[in-house]
């Protein structure tokens, strides 16, 4: 890596090699100082047919590092423009931690390879504005090169052992010339976009192409022109019948010829070619930006020494074409009285350009040299660094590990080895404990897995007792007493009891998708709560009713898990009233019971009864599935009363069972044929209401029971010490 502040400007152009080395001056920080120079001019042109362009270029690289040293200087490079791409793109507004993003974007866009082809780099243009990290049409250069054509340009470099730390464009390193040489004044001024500087073109003649560059010192439009100073030359090759080499003599020299007349003949074409180039990419520069103002032209290449060619296109641009005379930010000291340097002097713009940005004082600071490039030399440089790292490492080990066997060597005696074979002793006993009591311990948990699965198969016998005890406290009682009762319409209608005829049960897999989820709105619109399409029900079941029966929407109820069951009850009633009425007795009775009801089981810490509500049952979601309308009936109390009366009196209240069919033709005390007149006296007409009502079953055992008790009063001991804080704190 370089350890020196000074930088080699290296121009491989193809006619001649040129180079300038330069340092920051020491006093001026707006000046350089040119220490050395180089100009190698190649036997033959690299563009002439039988030149052979690798091996005039290896030869010349091997004749300047015999006469110069590059060890410790940075060395920047320069590619033809025409080898490369260069886009200027106006960005919107957009936050400036975002404009990385948009660029690679923009990228991908514009330039006609693959990224992972390329080398590219860009960079934001100064003169923009940024209000609260927004920048307000910022303008970004977009540099690009293909990889096989960057490896063709360092591949004599890396041969001669050169190593390169930058590669710019020709046309970006005479825009960086031009900016630093003369524009330093207006880098201190804002840039109004409205009300920009004068442009200053730069035209660049080279040996193949030349490079024209249009800036005002904040913007650069640069174009590629195919025209350079062989193009001359091969014209007067053809015209005048002479080789390659003699054309070039004679083009060099043409004041000197026989005919000067005929030779500045036989150029004129490639005259008119070049300045019609020129005249369109100025007018096409003037298309795209019509703030634009053209304030001078200035001349570079060694080819605008041809004579007539700057009064030719002084006369045709109508502005006068100024050709460098010298480089005024560049200290020469003895270089610049050297004749060498000053025959040239138009030829250096490019490696004085490369120079300012190696120093880092140049306004287009992108390197299309290779990532991959940069960290293998990052890598390689910090090596000897990683060397004496480790080696400082080792030592350190060393002499630590020295350090320990000197204090094991003092303390290996005879008393030390004894306390060790003791401590080995108990350690071994240690580890036989350790081992007994993890299989102590493994033994215990078999046992105890063993009791919880014998207690938990001693509760599962009790669950479905426990459901038809739960059914039945649920169940309405009429409190009228046997005795006391008559077998009339009117008594019988106004008896708050319910007849279960049927019970009925089914597992699934999956209560939530292979039940509730079918029946969600049946079960919605049933219970009266809001449906998706409807907010305000109109069911049977008010608005105030929607606590009694539970959040219908799965989030508030109780999760649905695997295996649960739903149990079905089929009965019928003779409750008297209207279709709704009767409706609503049964949700007034067997519905609300189920949701709010508790039945006396032994929970009790010793067995004794308590109260256990439903819910801790695992019953949850009861509601009517199906009803029909009121259906007339004729019964013979007689014939079915009293005998439906000894089981009356084994059931505890109004839970009445007796035999029959469901449906309209359903009569559990049986059906009168042939009456008698007798008979018919006896007769009594009802109304009967028949009923499904379902509800969810998920069967909780004893100690589950248990353990929600528990948890619902460690909350409660919880939400009273919360409140009693809260009411110590808002006392005075």
Request: glycine fraction near 6%; charge should be negative.
């Amino acid at each position: 890596m370089a350890n020196s502040n000074a930088v080699w400007g290296i121009d491989i152009g193809q006619c001649a090699l040129k180079a300038l080395r330069c340092r920051p001056h020491e006093k001026e920080a707006d000046r350089i100082v040119v220490e050395s120079f180089d100009y190698i001019e190649y036997p033959k042109i690299l563009s002439q047919p039988e030149a052979e362009p690798q091996a005039l270029i290896r030869e010349a690289l091997e004749q300047f590092l015999s006469r110069n040293d590059l060890t410790g200087d940075r060395v920047a490079i320069s590619v033809a423009g025409q080898t490369g791409l260069a886009r200027f793109i106006k960005l919107p507004p957009v936050e400036s931690k975002k404009i990385p993003d948009i660029v690679k974007y923009e990228a991908r866009q514009q330039i006609p390879f693959s990224l992972e082809d390329v080398v590219w780099d860009y960079q934001q243009l100064t003169g923009g504005s940024e209000e609260d990290g927004f920048a307000l049409e910022p303008e970004v250069g977009l540099f690009a090169m293909k990889r096989d054509q960057v490896a063709r340009a360092l591949k004599p470099l890396e041969e001669a052992g050169i190593l390169v730390d930058f590669i710019q464009l020709m046309p970006l390193a005479v825009y960086n010339y031009v900016c630093f040489d003369r524009f330093e004044e207006l880098q201190s001024r804002p840039y109004d976009p409205q009300k920009p500087p004068d442009s200053t073109v730069v035209i660049s003649l080279g040996t193949d192409a030349t490079d024209l560059v249009v800036t005002n010192g904040y913007r650069v439009w640069q174009r590629n022109i195919p025209i350079g100073g062989s193009h001359f030359t091969r014209v007067l090759s053809r015209e005048l019948k002479l080789t390659f080499v003699k054309a070039e003599h004679l083009k060099r020299n043409a004041m000197q010829a026989d005919d000067p007349k005929a030779v500045f003949q036989s150029m004129r074409p490639v005259f008119s070619d070049l300045l019609a180039e020129i005249q369109r990419s100025l007018g096409y520069f003037a298309s795209i930006d019509k703030t634009a103002k053209i304030g001078g032209i200035i001349a570079l290449g060694n080819g605008m020494k041809l004579p007539g060619l700057q009064r030719y296109l002084s006369q045709n641009l109508e502005q006068e074409v100024v050709p460098v005379e010298e480089f005024q930010r560049l200290s020469a000291g003895s270089t610049k009285s050297r004749s060498q340097f000053k025959d040239n002097l138009l030829s250096f713009a490019v490696s004085y350009g490369l120079c300012v940005q190696g120093l880092e004082k140049s306004e287009i600071r992108t390197n299309l040299l290779p990532e991959e490039i940069v960290r293998s030399r990052l890598v390689r440089a910090k090596k000897p660094w990683a060397v004496a790292g480790v080696a400082a490492i080792l030592a350190g080990l060393s002499f630590n590990y020295l350090n320990h066997v000197t204090a094991w060597q003092a303390t290996d005696t005879q008393q030390m080895q004894t306390a060790t074979s003791s401590a080995d002793r108990v350690k071994k006993s240690t580890t036989k404990f350790t081992s007994d009591n993890s299989e102590i311990h493994d033994k215990f948990e078999r046992v105890r897995q063993t009791r919880a699965n014998l207690l938990s198969n001693d509760e599962g016998r009790l669950l479905w007792l426990e459901l038809l005890k739960a059914i039945e406290a649920a169940l309405p009682r009429d409190e009228t007493p046997f005795e006391e009762r008559q077998e009339t319409a009117e008594d019988i209608s106004k008896r708050n009891e319910l007849h279960i005829i049927s019970l009925d049960m089914q597992e699934f897999d999956n209560l939530e998708n292979e039940y509730f989820s079918i029946i969600k709105s049946d079960y919605l619109e049933a219970t009266g709560s809001p449906t998706e399409d409807d907010g305000d029900s109109e069911g049977y079941a008010d608005a105030s009713d929607e606590e009694d029966y539970g959040d219908s929407d799965e989030e508030g109820s109780r999760g649905l898990g695997p295996k649960d069951m739903v149990v079905q009850l089929t009965g019928y009633h003779y409750h008297n009233g209207s279709d709704i009425e009767t409706r609503q007795f049964v949700e007034n009775t067997l519905i609300r019971n189920l949701l709010e009801k508790s039945v006396e089981l032994p929970d009790g810490e010793n067995g004794e009864l308590i109260p256990v509500p439903l819910a801790d049952l695992g019953i949850s979601r009861p509601w009517i599935v199906d009803q029909s309308r009121l259906i007339d009936e004729e019964i013979d109390p007689e014939a079915a009363l009293a005998g439906n009366r000894a089981g009356a009196r084994g059931s505890r209240g109004g839970y009445a069972a007796s035999a029959g069919e469901f449906g309209g033709a359903f009569n559990p005390y049986g059906r009168r044929d042939e009456a008698t007149e007798e008979e018919e006296s006896k007769v009594i007409k009802l109304q009967r209401y028949n009923f499904v009502v379902q509800f969810c079953w998920q069967p909780n055992t004893r100690s589950s029971r248990r353990a929600m008790a528990e948890e619902r009063r460690r909350q409660a001991d919880e939400e009273a010490e919360v409140a009693a804080n809260a009411e110590l704190t808002t006392q005075p």
